[in-house]
């Protein structure tokens, strides 16, 4: 699990089937930049741009590692066809590998900042996750057993 995020800073397939429509920089290298176009929102016809760069990438000898990604600096407001204003959004994903052997605990922390519904983040980010298991369980590289990913939302940035 821990490879399979933390080395997919242009190949998010795990996530949902994510692909970004353009990059820049090198795979998994600070600075490093990816576009996704997302349709539009209520039946509007469209799509709107969003930029992401890697800010973070910290491994440990251990497997766990931190994985940060977010809009660059003073993002521009984007009005969401059918939606609302997307301002920006910043995530840290942490994988920790824990007491018991090949377990490792996944936080995605993510902070947006929206007016209206511009995505349904909480779904997208568990299903995400779920995703990871299944793809490793189809590959015979997953061991032991899950915990369902879960949201708890947060108005605090803590990183």
């Given at each position: ?23 820049t ?22 799509y ?29 407001v ?5 939606g ?35 995505f ?13 298991s ?26």
């Amino acid at each position: 699990m821990r490879w399979l995020i933390h080395n997919a800073v242009f190949h998010v397939d795990w996530e949902s089937g994510l692909h970004p429509s353009s990059t820049t920089g090198k795979e998994n290298v600070v600075g490093a930049t990816r576009t996704f176009n997302f349709s539009a929102l209520n039946g509007a016809s469209g799509y709107y741009q969003v930029t992401e760069a890697l800010y973070r990438q910290d491994k440990s000898p251990d497997g766990s590692f931190v994985h940060g990604f977010g809009e660059v600096p003073d993002p521009p407001v984007i009005k969401i066809p059918g939606g609302g204003e997307y301002h920006g959004e910043w995530g840290l994903i942490r994988g920790q590998q824990t007491l018991i052997p090949n377990e490792t605990a996944i936080a995605w922390n993510n902070w947006r900042c929206d007016v209206g519904f511009v995505f349904p983040a909480a779904a997208a980010h568990e299903g995400a996750i779920a995703n990871v298991s299944t793809i490793l369980q189809k590959a015979g590289k997953h061991t032991g057993v899950d915990v369902a990913p879960f949201t708890i939302f947060s108005e605090v940035r803590q990183d």
